[in-house]
C-alpha cells in the first residue's frame, strides 16, 4: 500500500456547509482539521485499478479510527465512525466529481444509501439558538414589561419541560410559537425550512471524502510527474 498525510481543509471548501462555523456545535472546520487535517491522518492506497478503488483514511496512532472510501463504476461509498453513505451518479469514475467545494445540497440528491431527508431536516439546537439571538436583537427596542413578559413566556413554554418544548419538526415550532406572548405579530413571517439542517455526520463524511479523494488525486499527479 502507498501511503499519503491528508492535508487540512480550508473555508472556501466547506463553504455550503451548514456547521462550518455554526455553534452549537463545534465548528466542522475546526474538528475536521483538529481531528484529520493535522498531520495524524494518512491516506491508505489498498486498491487501485481503474474506477475500483479502496482508498483509507487512517489515524496513524489508532488504527481502527479509520474512513474507508470505496468506489466502482458510477458509484462512490464511505463508511466510517459517522456512518454509511452511497452516492451514485453519471460517469463511470466519481472521484473527479468529489475533488471540489463539499456540497451537501447537491450530494444529497446523489444519495443511494438513503433519501435525502434523512439528512437534512428539522434541528432543535439551531432553532433554540435562532429564538434567543431573536429575542435578544428584538426586545431591545421594547420596554421593559414587555420585555420580562417575553421571556418568562419563552422560559414556560419553549425553554422548559412544558410539552410545548417537545418540539420534532416545523409544525411543532409554529404551533408553540402561537403560545407565546411576543410583539404582535412578531413570528408571522417564520418558518418555511428557517431552522432546517444538513446532518453534522453527513457532512463531516463529505469533508472526509473530499479530503481524501484530493490526497489520492495529487499523489497520482505527482507520481505522473
Known amino acids: 500500500m502507498t501511503r499519503h498525510i491528508i492535508q487540512p481543509l480550508t473555508t472556501d471548501d466547506l463553504a455550503y456547509?451548514?456547521?462550518m462555523n455554526r455553534a452549537p456545535y463545534t465548528s466542522l472546520l475546526d474538528l475536521f482539521?483538529?481531528?484529520?487535517?493535522?498531520g495524524?491522518?494518512?491516506?491508505?492506497v489498498v486498491r487501485d485499478d481503474?474506477?475500483?478503488?479502496?482508498?483509507?483514511?487512517t489515524d496513524t496512532r489508532d488504527n481502527r479510527s479509520r474512513y474507508d472510501i470505496i468506489t466502482w463504476p458510477k458509484y462512490l461509498t464511505i463508511a466510517g465512525e459517522r456512518g454509511?453513505?452511497?452516492?451514485?451518479?453519471g460517469p463511470d469514475d466519481m472521484l473527479p466529481l468529489f475533488d471540489r467545494q463539499v456540497n451537501p445540497g447537491y450530494w444529497a440528491e446523489k444519495l443511494k444509501s438513503m433519501h435525502p431527508n434523512d439528512v437534512f431536516?428539522?434541528?432543535d439546537l439551531h432553532f433554540k439558538k435562532w429564538l434567543l439571538?431573536?429575542?435578544?436583537?428584538?426586545?431591545?427596542?421594547l420596554d421593559h414589561d414587555q420585555t420580562t413578559e417575553w421571556w418568562e413566556s419563552l422560559g414556560r413554554w419553549l425553554l422548559s419541560d412544558s410539552p410545548l418544548a417537545s418540539i420534532m419538526d416545523e409544525a411543532d415550532v409554529l404551533h408553540a410559537l402561537a403560545y407565546i406572548d411576543a410583539p404582535r405579530g412578531h413570528y408571522v413571517n417564520t418558518g418555511h425550512g428557517m431552522w432546517d439542517t444538513n446532518d453534522f455526520h453527513y457532512e463531516y463524511s463529505l469533508a472526509v471524502i473530499l479530503a481524501g479523494v484530493r490526497t489520492y488525486l495529487a499523489s497520482r499527479h505527482m507520481a505522473k510527474g
Open 121 to 123: 431536516g428539522y434541528n
Open 33 to 38: 482539521n483538529s481531528e484529520i487535517g493535522n
Open 50 to 57: 481503474g474506477p475500483y478503488r479502496h482508498l483509507q483514511v
Open 84 to 89: 454509511s453513505f452511497t452516492f451514485a451518479a
Open 40 to 44: 495524524k491522518h494518512i491516506l491508505d
Open 133 to 141: 439571538g431573536d429575542f435578544w436583537r428584538r426586545s431591545r427596542t
Open 17 to 19: 456547509c451548514d456547521h
